[in-house]
């Protein structure tokens, strides 16, 4: 069974200070593992995945085969970083069925 | 581009009536629609996955004779709540995708439904 574990409800870091958001996942494949991120009042949509390799908005996750996790990271935070995150895992690729993380609540303070 | 449109926005409708909810891509061909439900501060569920000309393929725990899929066209699925109890009210989100291993799902931005 496909299973996303996003430990952290709520984290708060101030403005500036690195953050990681954890994610580990449960898949007997291989996986394609995605962040997506929720603004207030917004709609959901892709921060970034794995096979891309790229950094958005300031943000890294790699993925962990060995560790089974995909982090996300960012060295300075930044107050418009607030938002809900999600971590998803999909079995064939961003077209396919994903499965979500409960999600964290990442909140910036000034 | 990639915009993925619901309508309506939020509704209100009696217990025993039926509610239909569109979910429309605006600028791309979405061979596959996805449905999800999404409780007060929880994650998103998958309900469905709904491929234009064929049966919505229901995630298990999911009541297909109550949550209706249509996808008749490359541009539209809807889902039709039949007969609404209390419990159905939610959020619901639909996501679009072309079906490209490489793409990604667009999500519409949800509809609230309430059941009095």
């Known amino acids: 069974a496909q299973r996303v574990t996003q430990p952290e409800k709520l984290l708060s870091v101030f403005k500036g200070a690195p953050v990681e958001l954890k994610c580990n996942y449960s898949y007997s494949g291989s996986p394609e593992l995605f962040w997506y991120v929720q603004y207030s009042r917004q709609r959901l949509q892709l921060l970034l995945r794995?096979?891309s390799r790229e950094s958005i908005k300031g943000f890294t996750a790699d993925l962990n085969k060995g560790e089974t996790s995909f982090h996300l990271k960012k060295p300075f935070a930044q107050e418009e970083d607030s938002a809900m995150y999600y971590c998803?895992?999909?079995?064939?690729?961003?077209?396919?069925?994903?499965?979500f993380g409960k999600g964290t609540k990442l909140t910036v303070n000034p | 581009g990639a915009v993925v449109s619901q309508h309506p926005s939020r509704v209100i409708c009696k217990s025993g009536t039926s509610v239909k909810i569109e979910c429309r891509s605006l600028d791309f061909q979405a061979t596959t629609m996805f449905w999800y439900r999404q409780f007060p501060k929880q994650s998103l569920m998958l309900m469905a996955t709904s491929n234009e000309g064929s049966k919505a393929t229901y995630e298990q725990g999911v009541e297909k004779d109550k949550f209706l899929i249509n996808h008749a066209s490359l541009t539209l699925s809807t889902l039709t709540v039949t007969s609404a109890h209390p419990e159905d009210s939610s959020f619901y989100i639909c996501?679009?995708?072309?079906?490209?291993?490489?793409?990604?799902?667009?999500f519409g931005p949800g509809t609230r439904l309430t059941v009095l």
């Open positions: 998803a895992l999909s079995a064939q690729g961003g077209s396919e069925k994903l499965v």
């Open positions: 794995h096979i």
């Open positions: 996501s679009a995708t072309t079906g490209s291993y490489t793409d990604t799902q667009y």
